[in-house]
């Protein structure tokens, strides 16, 4: 596929798939997140929701102790 001059190219999204620990199977919406123990596991976003589950991503950074 070649570009026109100008235009800015885009960047293809991609499907991941991941384990979601908490219904235990995989799915293409699960993201990492933090469980109570602070334990990171991936979650799906049906589960994420249920669960109230925070991205890892939307988290702040902590310094290590």
Same mark, same amino acid.
């Given at each position: 596929?070649?570009?026109?001059?100008? /235009? #800015? =190219?885009?960047? =293809? /999204?991609?499907?991941?798939? *991941? !384990?979601?620990? !908490?219904? /235990?199977?995989?799915?293409?919406?699960? +993201? @990492? #997140? +933090?469980?109570?123990?602070? $334990?990171? @596991?991936? *979650?799906?976003?049906?589960? +994420?929701? $249920?669960?109230? @589950?925070?991205? #890892? $991503?939307?988290? =702040?950074?902590? =310094?290590?102790?």
């Amino acid at each position: 596929m070649q570009e026109k001059s100008g /235009e #800015v =190219p885009t960047i =293809p /999204e991609t499907a991941g798939i *991941a !384990w979601c620990a !908490w219904h /235990e199977s995989y799915s293409n919406t699960a +993201r @990492l #997140v +933090r469980d109570s123990s602070g $334990a990171r @596991l991936f *979650a799906c976003s049906s589960c +994420r929701e $249920a669960y109230d @589950l925070s991205l #890892v $991503a939307d988290q =702040p950074c902590t =310094p290590a102790s």
